[in-house]
């Protein structure tokens, strides 16, 4: 008791932070799982039905198919914001000129500012067959018109590279940021070893680089179940089947169907997910270590 | 001190290379912009042409006009400037009050506290819709800029950003002041919130661009067309545009115009908050 | 320690708040169906209502905010019912959605017939068919038509919602003026079709010297009825003579359909963006001079060729409605869309003014509201005539009707250039579809082969088969 007093202001300062996640992040939590255990009808009475909705969701052959659908946009998009940026940001360190590193940085960075419906809105005009500017560029090659976004074979595509395009510049930043930081000592002591530039980069930059890299999957890992805003945007009926997500899947469950209570327990499934992945991400990359 | 080294042939063509990679990627970056504004500033009917524009063709602003005064996108864009401007501020207060408490040593609960904010980081709230929208209702809150604002007031994220620049400040200044009978809100801010400036500006401008694009609760807490936002309308003008009901005649160049009107704020205050922003982010992610 | 306990007895405090909360809504809900079940007599009963409603509607209403306050005082003004109006600017449907599942109580929603089968299906709907049947207004056959009624009949017979408006049909339109141009008479039969799409994508009918049209721009498979007719196909679901469902575009009558779409997407005559656009970027293909042909509403035909003249007083730009393809027997048909309706929510606090509000809403004032708009500001009166003002004129006498049922209640103004004809069509041809509640699950899967058999990514024989596979194993056909 003598702690909390010693330490009142602290706690009541800390007071509206803790109520505010109370009302606006526990407990609806918590009333969610209530309802996934109910057959929660708009109007009347909602009994209880233990584990019914999640058996609905999982027996459902359509959560199974975005299950997949997630899995496979995800990684592809967690790879390529992993891999771009590092690439990136090694290649603008290599650059001599502070001008030309300055703006490009500040360009690359440019289109994570935006929501995803401009940007899904932008990429979606662009890369359509008719007055596309990307397919307008194909057509001056040479090549014909391309439905990317109507099109089974590009659409998960389309999906991940719009994506390592949006976020790219932001990554860039928190590892640049490190490279920043590298105590300059080890380059020099690599330089009197004779290390050629790659060496460096190989030796020096990417191993002092792990600590960034270990925040970079981390940030990312999460992201990947709860991706939503890019597909509800970008998706369209022709490629509905490749691209829809579980979110988009607790969405139509949802708001288009009106069954919330298999669309609670879906989402639940997904926070469950999202726990373990991150769980399993932490231990396997040790990141409380780093 | 890289520059002063004798460059080999071989790392000069790696250094052309490399330049231009790089430039091909940030053209990669601009074409996509240019065209949305040249296609923005051409005419209705020119804007419907297939061609590679990147310079306005048939100069007109008559996208501009139709969407800002006959399809009134100047409503939402007012609501989205309170939205934004108010909620940032709370945002970035609370914040940093919730990241001054968390470098506290020996703050009994801090494990707790931290961890439990920790947790909503990884709630979407897409997944407890509902719940949120039944407290939004139950406090009140429906079809009023207030639910927007509150929704995403404190978030996880920007705690743990405030809590790693604060632990950047040295410690011992706080003690020492602690044992010259200074209390926390008075060490809190007149010692913390000045030397963090870099932390403020990085979390202001986060927390300004997700605000800017706030999305889905304006879908769900928002009835009332006259306190709509810029998202929700955007979406309509780009995404869904069965359903702006309409008499008007929506070529390209009103789309492109409405996007153009709503990167503007973004990108006014991009240069300012840029430079406390890497200095900033360093921080950020130095300590982690 | 002692702080290992507060923070948990923290959590226990939400969860079991959590848990009295939920229990309390779900109590309140119990109640609300109580009054379900008795509610007829309930409404009887109750002549002391207060007259004021709650309702949420997606297009009936003021254009702007601002206008949708004047709507909600004419009303008062016209009814003496106080009028709180809720009207989405978007994602109706989410909205809705999110504040019955709340609790929320509203006396009325406008919502369309497929939406009101979930809502029935969940239990939230009033039902109305008493009262309709007691209605003079209503049972009225000139203000609405008896056989109409069958559209919003569930299978018991019963009627949970009435018409907001006529709504009409859907149909291939076409720009009559480019037709005129190239010399070629409208088109019957699908090589018809081909040949005029063909010849809109090459002759450049718009005279631009670019060759930068095609025939053809569809917002996906939202509309194709008025060329699978040429197999004699309808676009949904029917019920077999043995009475099982079944999806006639996945049977392999409609393989030669497939293939004709599949040759105008190679070669070029139907916009490549079909499978991406919805209605709105189809409409504005139509309307920029992009496409020679769309298929949509009837009453669009009017809009059309008033939003192009609105832009360009000048223009020679005329929309016209076509039959669709005919069928080797020289047989049309049309699809007719699903009506918007009234419904009354089981939880209303005033189901009797609700139910008055909707009668109202098919006399004489009420369809003046909801086509030309409000009073001294849409339209004026001199001496007995309406006036239309610009606000009005920019309205297109359009605030939620643009037509309806009552034959008592004349159109002041006519009808827009195109749509009396666009009508006529859909009377005579179209015939209402059937739509089950899992349309949307068997929709998705009809999309998907649809776009790869007109895509050519598959032969549009495999495309049907799988299709019907598919449909077969989720259980969605019989």
Known sequence: MKAILKYKTLYLMMLPILAYFAIFSFYPLVRGLIISFQNY??????????????MTVLKD???????????????????????????????LN???????????????????????????????????????IVNQIIQLFGGDPISFLASDKYARSVMIFTSGWKEMGYTCILYLAAIVNINPSLYEAASIDGASRWHKVRFVTIPQLSSTM???????????????????????????????????????????????GPATAAGFLIIFATLVISFVTRALIRYDEG | MKILEKKSWQSRIFDCINVLFLLLLVLTMIIPFLNTLALAFSSNLASMQPDIVLWPKEFSTEGFTTVWNRMRLYLPFMNNVIVTVVGTAGHVFLCSVAGYVLIQKGLPGKKWMLSAILVTMM????????????????????????????????????????????????????????????????????????LAKAGLATVTLFEFVSRWNQFTPAVLYINDPSKNTLQV????????????????????NVRMAGIVIALLPLLFIYPFVQKYFVKGIFLGANKE | MVKRKKFISMIMAVSLLGGVLAGCSSNSGNSASGDNKTTPTAQADSKNEERTLKMMTGVIGGKTPEENVKFE????????????????????????????????????????????????????????????????????????PTDEWDQVKTKDGQIYGVFTKYQGGTMPIVRKDWLDKLNLPEPKTLDDYYNVLKAFTEQ???????????????????????????????????????????????????????EWLNKLYKEGILDPNFATNDTGKMRNMFLSDRVGMITYWDAWVGMLNNTRKGQDPQTTFEAKGLPGAADANGNYMLRRGDPDVWVIPANAEHPKTAFEFIEWWNTQDGIMLGSLGIKDEDYTMDNGKYVLTQTGKEHASDHGVPFWYNSNVEAPFGKLPGVQEAQDLVNKYATLELTPPNWSEAEKIINEYSFKAIMGEMPAADAVKKMREELKAKKLID
Do not use: C
């Not at chain 1, 496979?72 to 998009?77: C, E, P």
């Not at chain 1, 925040?215 to 990947?224: R, S, Y």
């Not at chain 3, 060329?227 to 019920?239: D, M, N, P, T, W």
């Open chain 1, 214 to 260: 270990k925040m970079v999957v981390m940030l990312n890992v999460l992201g990947i179940l709860r991706m939503f805003d890019q597909i509800l945007v970008m998706r369209n009926g022709a490629i509905a089947d490749k691209v829809d997500v579980v979110m988009m899947y607790t969405y139509q469950k949802g708001i288009l169907e009106f069954n919330i």
């Open chain 3, 204 to 258: 450049d009918p718009d005279g631009n010297g670019k060759k930068d049209t095609y025939g053809l721009s569809t917002a996906g498979m939202y509309e194709l009825q008025g060329f699978f007719s040429a197999a004699g196909l309808k676009q949904r679901y029917v019920e077999t003579a043995d009475g099982k469902l079944d999806v006639p575009y996945s049977t392999d009558a409609a393989i030669p359909v497939y």
């Open chain 3, 73 to 144: 005082k004419e009303i008062e003004r016209l009814t003496g019912i106080k009028v709180t109006m809720d009207k989405p600017a978007s994602d109706y449907d989410q909205k809705l959605l999110a504040s019955i599942a709340s609790g929320e109580k509203y006396d009325l929603l406008q919502v369309s017939k497929e939406r009101m089968n979930t809502l029935i299906d969940q239990g939230v709907l009033t039902p109305l068919t008493d009262q309709v049947k007691a209605s003079k207004v209503l049972s009225d056959p000139s203000v609405i």
């Open chain 1, 61 to 91: 052959p359509v959560f199974w198919d975005v299950l997949q659908n997630t899995i496979v946009i995800g990684t592809g998009i967690f790879v390529i914001n992993f891999i771009l940026p590092l690439i990136l940001a090694l290649s």
């Open chain 1, 41 to 54: 009808r708009l109007i009347g009475d909602r009994p209880f039905v233990g584990f019914d909705n999640y």
């Open chain 1, 94 to 132: 290599e650059v001599a000129s502070v001008w030309f590193k300055k703006v490009t940085q500040m360009i690359v960075y440019l289109p994570h500012l935006f929501s995803w419906v401009v940007v899904g809105g932008m990429w979606i005009l662009m890369l359509s067959p008719d007055t596309g």
């Open chain 2, 123 to 194: 709630i979407p709230s897409e997944a407890i819709m509902i719940p949120l929208y039944i407290v939004n209702k139950d406090l009140g809150l429906l079809n009023s800029l207030s639910a927007l604002i509150l929704s995403g007031l404190v978030s996880g994220f920007g705690v743990l950003l405030m809590r790693n620049f604060f632990l950047s400040v040295p410690y011992e200044m706080s003690e020492s002041a602690r044992i010259d009978g200074a209390g926390d809100l008075r060490i809190f801010f007149t010692m913390y919130m000045p």
């Open chain 2, 233 to 252: 309308a955007l979406k309509s003008l780009i995404v869904d545009t069965d359903v702006t009901s309409s008499n008007f005649m929506i070529t390209t």
